[in-house]
Nanobody, 122 residues
Framework: VQLQASGGGLVQSGGSLRLSCAASRRTFNRDIMGWFRQAPGKEREFVTAQDWSGTVTDYADSVKGRFTISRDMAKNTVYLQMNSLKPDDTAVYYC????????????????WGRGTLVTVSS
């Protein structure tokens, strides 16, 4: 199973970015898809997750109202739209897949993509 995340970069505070994560078809159709992030010197933390049908979604309190997870079934891709970005959002963002139950815990996910760096300047 391969997950390929992209879309990171440098953005000013208040700006927007959209991250993408391309997944193999089998993963995309069966697994929970999630996004996590890890800031320098901090532990990896949950950002958001969505079930295989795209109808059940969970967000960390820190990103509610600013970030949106979505998926394009035709492209086997999950997106993370990030608006109103803050310097505290600076981190390496990882997409993850796996499991059948929505979870905010990293060990619940079986597959991980290589991270993409998001830097938000003040």
């Amino acid at each position: 199973v391969q997950l390929q995340a992209s879309g990171g970069g440098l953005v000013q505070s208040g700006g927007s970015l959209r991250l993408s994560c391309a997944a193999s078809r089998r993963t995309f159709n069966r697994d929970i898809m999630g996004w996590f992030r890890q800031a320098p010197g901090k532990e990896r933390e949950f950002v958001t997750a969505q079930d295989w049908s795209g109808t059940v979604t969970d967000y960390a309190d820190s990103v509610k109202g600013r970030f949106t997870i979505s998926r394009d079934m035709a492209k086997n891709t999950v997106y993370l739209q990030m608006n109103s970005l803050k310097p505290d959002d600076t981190a390496v963002y990882y997409c993850a897949a796996g499991g059948v139950i929505m979870s905010q815990r990293a060990p619940a996910y079986d597959y991980w993509g290589r991270g993409t760096l998001v830097t938000v300047s003040s």
